[in-house]
DNA sequence: AGCCAGGTTTAAT
DNA sequence: ATTAAACATGGC
C-alpha cells in the first residue's frame, strides 16, 4: 500500500504599512501572457524563493484593502524561519519604500498627482538578490520588453532549479554558479546574442567565485557603484542604474537613457520629439532621491496604457 | 515586409 | 571627443 506524503506548510500573515494595492503586484507581473519566475494569477502572486540553498514556494493573497493592507502566506515544503521570508517578502514587494516622501514631492504637480492618485498604493517591487536584476537588465538590453521576457523564461528554464508542487512545476531564477558554469554558445541556443550570452556568463563567475559582491555593494555611493560595475564588459549606465532600482532598492539612481523612459517623459511633456537622456535627468531632478520611484510610476503609467492588464 | 524595441562594445573619424 | 556599425529577436 502507497502512502501519500502531504508537504508541509507553513502559514502566517504580514501587515504592511499603508497604503499597498496588491491588485498592482499582479498586474505587474501578469501584464505579458509570457510569465516565469513571478507568478501570478487568481489573485495569488506564486514564486520559487532560494534560501540557504533550498528552494521554497511561496503564494502570496490579498486579505486586506489598500489602507488597511494584510497579506496571507503560504510556504511549501514546511519552514521553520519565517521572519526569513517575511523579510525577503516585505523587500520584494517594496513594503519598507517611503511612498509618503515621494508623493509628497510628486502631489506638488498636478499632473504628477493625477499619475499618483491613479496608482495609489503602487510600491516598486524587488528581486530577492541583486544578481537577479542584473542578468534581468542584461537581458533586457535593446529589446522590445516582450521578447526579452521569452528569452529570459528560456533562460529560467534551462539553467533554474525546479520544484514540483500539487503536478505543477515551479522555476527558481538561476543562480551565479550554474550560470557561471554555462557556455555562450548554449545560452546563445536559446536565441540570446553572443555578446549578452558572454556578459552573462563573465558577470556570473565573477560573483560565483567572490570577486564581485552585489549584495555588499548596496551600501556604496551610487556615483561609486556606476563606476565600479561599469567597468565590468557589457555592463552600460542604464544597466547598472537599471539593476539598482530594480535589484537594490536605490531609487537616487535614474536609467535615464532607457527608451521607453525618454517615450514616457516625451509624452507628458507633450512633445513631438523625444527627448534625450538629459532633459529625463532635468524633468526627475525635483524628486530628488525619488527620482527612480518617480520614473517608476511614470513609465507604468504609460506601460499600462500600451500593454492593457490581462485576465 | 521592414522598422523598431526599456543598450553596449568596438572601431573608425 | 563624437559617430557608426554590429549584435539578433519578435511584435506590430
Not at 211 to 236: A, S
Request: net charge positive; hydrophobic share 40%; charged share 30%.
Amino acid at each position: 500500500m502507497l502512502l501519500r506524503f502531504r508537504m508541509e506548510i507553513t502559514k502566517f500573515s504580514i501587515t504592511p504599512k499603508r497604503p499597498f494595492n496588491f491588485e498592482f503586484v499582479g498586474t505587474l507581473y501578469s501584464r505579458f501572457p509570457i510569465q516565469c519566475v513571478d507568478l501570478y494569477s487568481h489573485n495569488t502572486y506564486e514564486r520559487i524563493l532560494n534560501l540557504g540553498d533550498k528552494l521554497y514556494l511561496v503564494r502570496v493573497k490579498s486579505i486586506g484593502s489598500v489602507d488597511k493592507p494584510e497579506l496571507s502566506i503560504e510556504v511549501i515544503p514546511n519552514i521553520d524561519d519565517k521572519k526569513l521570508i517575511e523579510k525577503k517578502l516585505r523587500w520584494m514587494f517594496g513594503l519598507g519604500d517611503d511612498l509618503e516622501s515621494f508623493y509628497k514631492i510628486g502631489l506638488k504637480d498636478k499632473n504628477f498627482a493625477k499619475i499618483i492618485r491613479n496608482f495609489y498604493g503602487l510600491r516598486a517591487p524587488k528581486t530577492p538578490i541583486v544578481f537577479e536584476a542584473l542578468i534581468i537588465a542584461i537581458t533586457e538590453q535593446q529589446i522590445a520588453l516582450p521578447v526579452a521576457i521569452t528569452l529570459r523564461k528560456r533562460l529560467v528554464e534551462e539553467y533554474g532549479k525546479s520544484l514540483t508542487i500539487e503536478g505543477k512545476r515551479y522555476y527558481a531564477f538561476p543562480t551565479p554558479e550554474i550560470l557561471a558554469k554555462a557556455s555562450p554558445n548554449d545560452i546563445k541556443k536559446l536565441k540570446f546574442s553572443l555578446r549578452k550570452s558572454e556578459y552573462i556568463v563573465n558577470v556570473s563567475k565573477m560573483v560565483a567565485q567572490g570577486k564581485l559582491n552585489l549584495e555588499k555593494m548596496k551600501e556604496l555611493d551610487t556615483v561609486k557603484i556606476i563606476d565600479i560595475l561599469t567597468k565590468i564588459r557589457g555592463l552600460g549606465p542604464w544597466t547598472v542604474e537599471y539593476m539598482m532600482c530594480r535589484g537594490m532598492g536605490r531609487y537616487d539612481a535614474l536609467p535615464a537613457n532607457d527608451l521607453a523612459l525618454r517615450t514616457s517623459v516625451t509624452k507628458y511633456l507633450r512633445r513631438k520629439e523625444r527627448v534625450i537622456e538629459k532633459e529625463v535627468r532635468e524633468f526627475f531632478e525635483p524628486f530628488g532621491k525619488h527620482r527612480g520611484y518617480a520614473a517608476f510610476y511614470l513609465i507604468y503609467h504609460y506601460a499600462f496604457q500600451k500593454y492593457p492588464k490581462k485576465e
